[in-house]
């Protein structure tokens, strides 16, 4: 019999009092980490939106433009707004 999960806050998570504080990298990490356990385009753009926060918005619109370009998530209702926050972010 499988014991069930339970909720993991990560380091990277807990203790951040603001976006300044959190451990983007870790996060990033995670995401990566998840990915490759269950490939899904929802989490491959999570990713992005950490990279965005982390590292600058140009490496997270390279992924989300694969995104588009790929027809995932185009039915997806965040992902225009997520996009047009990397170009304002970008300019």
């Known amino acids: 019999m499988r014991t069930p999960c339970k909720p993991v806050s990560p380091p990277a998570t807990r203790s951040a009092s603001s976006t300044d504080d959190t451990d983007w990298e ?4 995670l995401y ?7 490939p899904s385009p929802a ?13 600058g918005p140009a490496e997270a619109l ?23 926050e990397l170009w304002r972010a970008q300019y």
């Open 26 to 29: 870790q996060i990033i990490a």
């Open 32 to 38: 990566e980490a998840l990915g490759h356990l269950t």
């Open 43 to 55: 989490i491959e753009l999570n990713r992005a939106v950490a990279a965005a926060m982390g590292r």
């Open 62 to 84: 390279v992924v989300v433009d694969e995104l588009v370009a790929q027809g995932q998530l185009a039915d997806y209702p965040f992902l225009p707004s997520v996009r047009g």
